[in-house]
C-alpha cells in the first residue's frame, strides 16, 4: 500500500503543469528571436538592441553586438537565417524559482559564403521576453 498518495498526485499534477508552461514559454520566445534577428538583417540596430535584457552581460556593448551580428570578419554579410525558418533547433527551457523564464535556442546564420551555429537564449523576468546571452 503507498504511503501518502496525496503527496504524489500533487507532485504529478505539479509536473504537468511545469511542462505544459514551458510549451507555452518555447512558442512565445520563438517569434521573439526571431523578431529580433530580423532586425539584425534589416540593419535595425538601435530596435534590435532594444530587445536586450538590460540585466544581461550583454547590455553595456549591445549597439556593437547588434552589428557584429550582421557583418562578421570571417564571414561576411549575414544573409538569412535557417533553411526551415529561423530557428533551426530548440535546446531546453529552464525555470528558476519562479521568477525567471529561460528558453535557448540553437540558430543557424547564413553568412555570403558560408552558415555558422550559434546559440541564443531570451529571458521573460515577467514584463515579456528579451535576449539574455549570445554564444557559439
Same mark, same amino acid.
Given at each position: 500500500?503507498? *504511503?501518502?498518495?496525496? %503527496?504524489?498526485?500533487?507532485?504529478?499534477?505539479? @509536473?504537468?503543469?511545469?511542462? @505544459?508552461?514551458?510549451?507555452?514559454?518555447?512558442?512565445?520566445? #520563438?517569434?521573439? /528571436?526571431?523578431?529580433?534577428?530580423?532586425?539584425?538583417? /534589416?540593419? *535595425?540596430?538601435?530596435? /534590435?538592441?532594444?530587445?536586450? $535584457?538590460?540585466?544581461? %552581460?550583454?547590455?553595456?556593448?549591445?549597439?556593437?553586438?547588434? #552589428? %557584429? @551580428?550582421?557583418? $562578421? *570578419? #570571417?564571414?561576411?554579410? @549575414?544573409?538569412?537565417?535557417?533553411?526551415?525558418?529561423?530557428?533551426?533547433?530548440?535546446?531546453?527551457?529552464?525555470? /528558476?524559482?519562479?521568477?525567471?523564464?529561460?528558453? $535557448?535556442?540553437?540558430? %543557424?546564420?547564413?553568412?555570403?559564403?558560408?552558415?555558422?551555429?550559434?546559440?541564443?537564449?531570451?529571458? $521573460? #523576468?515577467?514584463?515579456?521576453?528579451?535576449?539574455?546571452?549570445?554564444?557559439?
Amino acid at each position: 500500500m503507498m *504511503k501518502n498518495p496525496g %503527496k504524489i498526485g500533487s507532485v504529478l499534477i505539479f @509536473l504537468i503543469g511545469l511542462t @505544459l508552461f514551458s510549451c507555452e514559454a518555447d512558442e512565445e520566445a #520563438r517569434p521573439f /528571436a526571431e523578431k529580433f534577428f530580423s532586425k539584425v538583417i /534589416a540593419k *535595425k540596430y538601435g530596435e /534590435a538592441a532594444k530587445m536586450i $535584457d538590460p540585466q544581461s %552581460k550583454l547590455y553595456p556593448k549591445r549597439f556593437e553586438i547588434v #552589428r %557584429k @551580428l550582421k557583418t $562578421d *570578419k #570571417r564571414l561576411g554579410t @549575414l544573409q538569412s537565417t535557417g533553411s526551415k525558418g529561423m530557428i533551426e533547433a530548440h535546446a531546453s527551457t529552464t525555470i /528558476a524559482n519562479f521568477s525567471f523564464t529561460t528558453v $535557448d535556442f540553437g540558430i %543557424k546564420l547564413n553568412y555570403d559564403s558560408t552558415s555558422t551555429m550559434i546559440n541564443i537564449q531570451v529571458i $521573460d #523576468r515577467g514584463k515579456g521576453f528579451r535576449i539574455n546571452k549570445i554564444y557559439r
